[in-house]
C-alpha cells in the first residue's frame, strides 16, 4: 500500500487563487483536493500552520556548472540551493566545461547527475549547427539556448539569417530555443578585471535591443519559438510586446536583479554585482516590474551563476540568485507592487507550458506533488552566509525580505523544510525532453 499524506491547514493555489484547503497525496501524486475533513485517511499528517501551499516552483534558467566547474558549483550543492529557494525543478544552462554541445556530453551530465539531485534537472544544450538539433534533441536535453554574442564550441548565431535557420530546426522539434540576445557587434571590448561601471557601459541597451530585434525578425520569418533570456531593458521589452502584439510567438523572462536592482548598488557591492546583461538605470527596472505586473514578461527566471570571489574579482559575471528570487517577488507581493498571480504564475504554469514541463506547473489531482510553502509573515534580512549555493556572495545581501521559503516538496516527500534540507541527495531525478526521430 503507498503511504497517504495529508496536506492540511493550507492556502492552496488552485485554479489561479488562494483557496483554504488541504491536500491528499498518494505516493507521488495529488489524489484529492478538498476541505481538510473531506481528505483521504492519511499515514501520516502535514500541518501547514496555515501557510500558502503554491505548485512546485520552475526556475528556467540555471547554471549548475559541475564537472570542470564543479568548484563554483555541482549538482548536489546546486540543486541544495534550489530546493532551500523552493524551486523543484530547474533547467541547466549550456555553458560548461566541457560545453552542452555534443550528445556525449550531454549524455554524461545527465548520466553524473543522476543520484546527486535534491530537485529535478532538465538539460539545455547549444547546437554546434542547426543540423546537430535532430541528435541533440534525441540524447535527451529538455530545449536549446544560445549565445548571440559569444561561442561556447565554435558555434556562430549572431546574424539574423543564423538565427533563422537554427529556429528553423529547433521548431520543427518541437523545441523552445532560448536566446541570450547581446548584439556582438555592439559590445565593446574592456580590459582585464573591468568596474562594474566600465562593463556595464560596454554592454548598451542598444546591443540588447539590436540583438532582440534580430531574434524577432528570425522568429516571425521562420514560424518558430523563441524564449529571450533575461530582458533587461525598456526598449528590449517594448519591441518583444510588440512582436507578441503581431502574433510572433516569442516569450520573455526577468531576473530578480533586473527588476529591482539598479546600477547604484555597484557602489556598495562592487565587482560582486557585476552580470551579463547588466544592472542599468531606474528607468529599465520600473519597465521590467510594469512588464511582469502586466504580464508582458512570460517567465521569472533567477540566472543562478555562481563563481568564486577571486573569480568575480576578475569582473566573471553572474552571481547566484536560487535562494534569494523567491523572497524578492513576494516582497514585491506584499508591497503591492506586483500582483500575486502574475508571480505565481511566472514562476510555475508559465515556464511549465513554455518547455512542455507539464507534469508539474499546477495543483490538481493527478499531478505530480511538488509543492512550494511558503511564509508570508514576519520579516527577515537576506544573508549570503546562509546560502547553500557554493557562492557565498549577492548583491541582495542585507535585503530585508518579507517572504521566505518553509519547505518544498517534491513527488509527495518534503526535501526542503524550516531552514533545512531534510532529505538525501537523489530524489531529484533528470527530466528529458520528447524523443523527436
Ligand atoms: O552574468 C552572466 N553569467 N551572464 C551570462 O550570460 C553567463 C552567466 C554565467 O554563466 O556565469
Ligand atoms: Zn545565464
Known amino acids: 500500500m503507498e503511504e497517504v499524506v495529508n496536506i492540511i491547514n493550507a492556502k492552496v493555489w488552485l485554479r489561479r487563487k488562494l483557496t483554504e484547503a488541504g491536500i491528499s497525496i498518494v505516493g507521488d501524486r495529488i489524489a484529492k483536493v478538498g476541505k481538510d ?10 500541518d501547514a500552520g496555515g501557510r500558502v501551499v503554491l505548485p512546485g516552483f520552475i526556475d528556467v534558467h540555471t547554471h549548475l556548472r559541475d564537472f570542470e566547474l564543479s568548484y563554483k558549483e555541482d549538482f548536489s550543492s546546486g540543486t541544495a540551493a534550489a530546493v532551500a529557494g523552493g524551486f523543484t525543478l530547474v533547467l541547466d544552462m549550456p555553458n560548461n566545461r566541457p560545453p552542452t554541445t555534443t550528445p ?24 554546434k549547427s542547426p543540423d546537430q538539433v535532430r541528435d541533440l534533441a534525441n540524447s535527451g536535453c ?6 548571440m554574442a559569444r561561442s561556447l564550441d565554435g558555434e556562430k548565431y549572431s546574424t539574423e539569417k543564423e538565427i533563422f535557420d537554427l529556429i528553423k530546426a529547433t521548431s520543427s522539434f518541437g523545441i523552445t530555443l532560448s536566446i541570450h540576445a547581446e548584439d556582438s557587434k555592439m559590445i565593446r571590448k574592456v580590459g582585464d578585471a573591468p568596474s562594474p561601471n566600465l562593463h556595464a557601459k560596454a554592454h548598451p541597451v542598444k546591443a540588447e535591443e ?15 519559438k523563441v524564449n529571450i533570456c533575461h530582458v533587461s531593458s525598456l526598449n528590449g521589452l517594448s519591441k518583444i510586446k510588440r512582436a507578441k502584439e503581431d502574433g510572433v510567438d516569442v516569450t520573455c523572462e526577468a531576473t530578480p536583479h533586473h527588476t529591482i536592482l539598479t546600477n547604484e548598488v555597484f557602489q556598495k557591492f562592487g565587482k560582486i554585482a557585476i552580470v551579463e546583461p547588466p544592472l542599468r538605470s531606474k528607468k529599465h527596472t520600473e519597465a521590467i516590474l510594469k512588464g511582469i505586473s502586466d504580464g508582458d514578461v512570460d517567465i521569472l527566471a533567477t540566472d543562478h551563476a555562481p563563481h568564486t570571489l577571486e573569480e568575480k574579482e576578475k569582473a566573471q559575471p553572474g552571481f547566484p ?4 528570487a523567491l523572497p524578492v517577488f513576494f516582497t514585491l507581493v506584499k508591497d503591492g507592487l506586483l500582483p500575486l498571480h502574475r508571480v505565481v504564475d511566472a514562476f510555475t504554469i508559465k515556464p511549465a507550458r513554455r518547455f512542455s514541463l507539464d507534469y508539474s506547473g499546477e495543483i490538481d489531482v493527478g499531478r505530480t506533488a511538488n509543492f512550494t510553502i511558503i511564509d508570508l509573515k514576519g520579516e527577515k534580512r537576506i544573508d549570503q552566509e546562509n546560502f547553500f549555493s557554493k557562492a557565498k556572495f549577492s548583491p541582495f545581501n542585507g535585503m530585508v525580505v518579507k517572504a521566505g521559503v518553509y519547505a518544498t516538496f517534491i513527488r509527495g516527500k518534503e526535501i526542503f523544510l524550516n531552514g533545512e534540507i531534510v532529505s538525501p541527495a537523489g530524489v531529484g531525478k533528470v527530466i528529458h525532453g520528447k524523443i523527436c526521430r
Open 142 to 147: 529538455i530545449a536549446m539556448k544560445i549565445y
Open 104 to 127: 556525449e556530453v550531454l549524455k554524461a551530465r545527465i548520466q553524473k547527475a543522476e543520484g546527486k539531485l535534491y530537485c529535478d534537472v532538465g538539460f539545455y544544450a547549444t547546437p
Open 321 to 324: 540568485g536560487l535562494e534569494i
Open 210 to 224: 539590436n540583438a532582440i530585434e534580430m531574434a524577432i525578425n528570425a522568429t516571425r520569418r521562420s514560424h518558430g
Open 37 to 46: 475533513s473531506n481528505l483521504l485517511k492519511a499515514n501520516r499528517v502535514f
